[in-house]
């Protein structure tokens, strides 16, 4: 079924509207909670740190819960089933963790004025070699995350009829624009208009869609029939070899997912410690929103919609079901979507690269209003490279390094939290912990056909899980043995110090 | 009070204690509507902890 027969005008004009809007906001942001947002990187890059419980729950609901989630999540259960629900699992877990850690990271931050990850790591061990470790992953694993941003917003540009690249390119230079002159109070200012028409969207959804289709006993029923027909390791329950790689899946995601660069900017954007504690007990808020999202997968066979891609699903099931202009609507409020991850996305790196490459580097000596020049020169850069691989390189190649780079990151893990609570761990130990973490995982992952599992055979069973928690307890693992040794052979009191 | 914060972890990542079809809710099978209750049940868990703990000196 052709998507892109004709432009969909009052679709494309609810659309236009609304991105017209989030462009003024994007540009008057820099007047927001005025600041001097270029004479220093706590201006430009976290927005003053200043963000309250409020706009940090919409900043962070905002940079998590990504456009493309509204449309992976859903084409993910509409092709498997129960296991693309293990987005649900990982996104309650995550916030028991973030309630019991970020504050500790936070006040390290506000205490030393730390902007990104690496800031925080080199601040605890003293490590210029760790600290460029961290913000390379940091880096690294934040460009294809944004070209998926691009991917999301492509699928329903697409889906009102409008074809070729230039939309997306035109749509990508505004964001760049407005994130150079306003840095993260452009993304703050926008979730607001973002979240709450996701909200609008999800909640007309998961009512009125289910009503027209017959409630959520059919929905569930038409899904369970598709996939008895279409069989394979689908089924609206898990089968007995998914359950640990769900489970583990979950996990794994749910400790990278503060790991990121986008996520930890919202952190040190906060106001306080208890901005973040309360964030964790109100977030789930979106937890709930996607969980009911991603059932918009069953939806699609109750409404009988077919696709050559799964991607569509979403785009195809408002087309069917809703009027022209909330599809309209739906549409701008994904777009919009990926505008704000995508900001902060490239804010997060911007930072990396400013405070743990120019300044440790080039730059030592380098102001706070030089640090807020170069991260506005850096995000620029950041958002072209994201727009050149997807002009240029096949689409599947952002998937699989968006699925690399969350192993990746989830092996800063030790680095960043142990210090928190912990100064056993040695630096060069954790070093060598991240390098094996990385290479291990990287190989298993490729050499699987970069698939996010791994097996291992105990006593004559195998089990299969994913590969970055496995990478993450090789990580620990090594990170601990090389820290005994390198006590041995320099202990810390006499030999650290000297070192550095 | 802490420890109310592992109890997630717990009640999601132990799988084949709700992988299931029934007992349904609302048309949901039991496998879905678990896992949504534990988005609410979560929120409450890290409150109790949040209210039980000692608060911050001031910055």
């Known amino acids: 079924m052709a998507l892109a027969d004709q432009i969909e005008w009052v679709s ?32 430009w890059g976290l927005g003053g740190r200043q963000f309250g419980t409020w706009i940090t729950w919409f900043l962070v609901g905002g940079d998590f819960y990504t456009a493309y989630t509204v449309i992976a999540v859903p084409a993910l259960v509409y092709a498997v089933g129960a296991y693309g629900f293990f987005a649900l699992p990982y996104t309650v877990i995550v916030y028991p963790f973030v309630f019991a850690v970020m504050p500790v990271l936070w006040k390290q931050a506000h205490a030393n004025g730390h902007v990104t990850a690496a800031d925080a790591v080199y601040g605890t061990y003293n490590s210029r070699g760790l600290e460029l470790a961290v913000a390379m992953t940091g880096m690294v694993a934040t460009m294809p995350y ?38 993260l109070r452009a993304p703050a200012l926008i979730a607001f208009v973002k979240d709450i028409m996701i909200y609008i969207v999800v909640l007309v959804a998961v009512v009125v869609v289910p009503a027209k289709l017959g409630g959520y006993g059919a929905v569930f029923a038409a899904a369970n029939d598709a996939f008895t027909a279409k069989g394979g390791a689908t089924g609206l329950i898990l089968q007995p070899a998914q359950m640990l790689p769900y489970a583990t899946l979950a996990l794994g995601s749910a400790l990278a997912a503060f790991m990121y660069p986008h996520t930890l900017t919202g952190i040190f954007a906060s106001k306080s410690a208890d901005t973040i504690r309360k964030n964790a007990i109100l977030l789930p808020a979106y937890t709930l929103l996607l969980g009911l999202i991603a059932l918009l997968g069953y939806m699609a066979y109750a409404a009988h919609i077919k696709v050559s891609s799964p991607n569509d699903v979403v785009p195809m099931l408002f087309k069917a079901l809703f009027p022209s202009w909330f599809a309209g609507f739906a549409f701008a409020a994904i777009a919009i979507g990926a505008l704000v991850p995508a900001a902060v996305m490239s804010i997060g790196a911007a930072n990396l690269f400013t405070r743990n490459v120019w300044k440790s580097y080039v730059n030592p000596g380098i102001s706070h209003a030089g640090e807020a020049a170069v991260a506005k020169i850096a995000s620029l850069v950041v958002k072209v490279g994201a727009l050149a691989f997807i002009l240029f390189l096949p689409t599947q190649y952002a998937l699989d390094l968006q699925l690399l780079g969350g192993l990746w990151i989830l092996q800063t893990f030790p680095a960043l939290v142990f210090g928190l609570f912990t100064r056993w761990f040695r630096a060069e130990g954790l070093l060598l912990g991240w390098a094996a ?13 970069l698939k996010p599992l791994a097996t291992i055979d105990l006593g004559g069973a195998s089990y299969v899980f994913y590969v970055g928690l496995g990478a993450l307890i090789l990580n620990i693992a090594v990170a601990a043995v090389a820290t005994v040794i390198v006590e041995l052979i320099l202990p810390k009191r006499t030999g650290a110090t000297a070192r550095s | 009070m802490w420890i109310l914060l592992l109890v997630p ?12 079809a029934e007992p349904s809710l609302f048309g949901f099978p039991f496998f879905y509507w678990y896992q949504l209750a534990w988005v609410p049940i979560s929120s409450l868990l890290i409150w109790l902890v949040y209210r039980g703990r000692t608060p911050d000196q001031a910055p």
């Open chain 1, 12 to 43: 494309l004009s609810v659309f236009i509207f609304f991105f017209a809007l989030v462009t003024v906001m994007g540009f008057f942001a820099a007047r927001w909670k005025a600041g001097p947002v270029n004479e220093h990187l706590d201006e």
């Open chain 2, 9 to 20: 972890f717990i009640g999601l990542l132990w799988v084949p204690f709700y992988n299931f």
């Open chain 1, 437 to 449: 973490g990385i290479g291990w995982g990287s190989w298993t992952a490729w050499s699987n056909g």
């Open chain 1, 146 to 183: 944004i070209a998926l941003q691009l991917i999301g917003m492509g699928v329903v540009i697409k889906a009102m009829g409008v074809g070729g690249e230039l939309p997306l390119v035109a749509a990508f230079i505004i964001l760049a624009l407005y994130t150079y002159s306003s840095g």
